[in-house]
T-cell receptor, first 113, second 114 residues
Framework: NAGVTQTPKFRVLKTGQSMTLLCAQD?????MYWYRQDPGMGLRLIHY???????AKGEVPDGYNVSRLKKQNFLLGLESAAPSQTSVYFC????????????FGQGTRLTVV | GEDVEQSLFLSVREGDSSVINCTYT??????LYWYKQEPGAGLQLLTY?????DMKQDQRLTVLLNKKDKHLSLRIADTQTGDSAIYFC??????????????FGKGTKLSVKP
C-alpha cells in the first residue's frame, strides 16, 4: 500500500512559470487536502476536496488552483509562480473528513527564484 | 478566527517526561489531534482525543484535555532520542460548511539530549 504519494519531491521554478503538483492516494479516501508549510507558520490549508469533482478554498487559496477529476488524484496548480510560493507542500487524505485519521504525503519542496 | 497555539521549542533529557502544551479557540471542535513530523518527512498521526474525553492514554503517550480552558497537552513518558521531532497540535473545525478541516498549530520542536 503506497498511501499518499506526491510528485515531484523537489522543484525549482523561475518567477512566472507554471507547474502542477500531483497527489495520488490508493486508500479510496473521499477527502483530500493541500497544505503549505512555512517556517514559523505551521501548516496552512490551501484547498481541499470532499469528493470526486468537488473542490473548495481553504485558508490561503490565492495563486493556486486545484482539480479532482478522479477520486484518487488531487492536483495543485500554480499558474504564475511567485517567490512567496516558495514552501513545502503537503497533500493529505482522509476517509470521512477530520473525524478519522488524515494521512500525509512526504511533501514537495518548491523553490521559486 | 480559529487559532491553535503552541510553544515552539522544548528540550528534555533522555528518560525524562516531555509535556507539550496547546491551546485552541474553536469550542465546537469535536476531535483534537497530535501529529509528529520527523525531518524531511510528512506528518504522522500520533493520537487523537474526542472532545467529550478528559484523558486518553496510549503506551508512553498521555493526552489531557481541559475543554473549559481549551487546553490540550501531550505527555511522553521516558522520552527517547527517537522522539526528537516536531509535534503539531490540530483541531477539527467546520470550514465552509464541509464536514471539517484540520487547523494546525505552528509545531513544537522537541529536542532530546542523551
Amino acid at each position: 500500500n503506497a498511501g499518499v504519494t506526491q510528485t515531484p519531491k523537489f522543484r525549482v521554478l523561475k518567477t512566472g512559470q507554471s507547474m502542477t503538483l500531483l497527489c495520488a492516494q490508493d486508500m479510496n479516501h473521499e477527502y483530500m487536502y493541500w497544505y503549505r508549510q512555512d517556517p514559523g507558520m505551521g501548516l496552512r490549508l490551501i484547498h481541499y476536496s470532499v469528493g470526486e469533482g468537488t473542490t473548495a478554498k481553504g485558508e490561503v487559496p490565492d495563486g493556486y488552483n486545484v482539480s479532482r477529476l478522479k477520486k484518487q488524484n488531487f492536483l495543485l496548480g500554480l499558474e504564475s509562480a511567485a517567490p512567496s510560493q516558495t514552501s513545502v507542500y503537503f497533500c493529505a487524505s482522509s476517509l470521512q473528513g477530520v473525524r478519522t485519521e488524515a494521512f500525509f504525503g512526504q511533501g514537495t519542496r518548491l523553490t521559486v527564484v | 478566527g480559529e487559532d491553535v497555539e503552541q510553544s515552539l521549542f522544548l528540550s528534555v533529557r533522555e528518560g525524562d517526561s516531555s509535556v507539550i502544551n496547546c491551546t485552541y479557540t474553536d469550542s465546537s471542535s469535536t476531535y483534537l489531534y497530535w501529529y509528529k513530523q520527523e525531518p524531511g518527512a510528512g506528518l504522522q498521526l500520533l493520537t487523537y482525543i474526542f472532545s467529550n474525553m478528559d484523558m486518553k492514554q496510549d503506551q508512553r503517550l498521555t493526552v489531557l484535555l481541559n475543554k473549559k480552558d481549551k487546553h490540550l497537552s501531550l505527555r511522553i513518558a521516558d522520552t527517547q532520542t527517537g522522539d526528537s521531532a516536531i509535534y503539531f497540535c490540530a483541531e477539527s473545525i467546520n470550514y465552509g460548511g464541509s464536514q471539517g478541516n484540520l487547523i494546525f498549530g505552528k509545531g513544537t520542536k522537541l529536542s532530546v539530549k542523551p
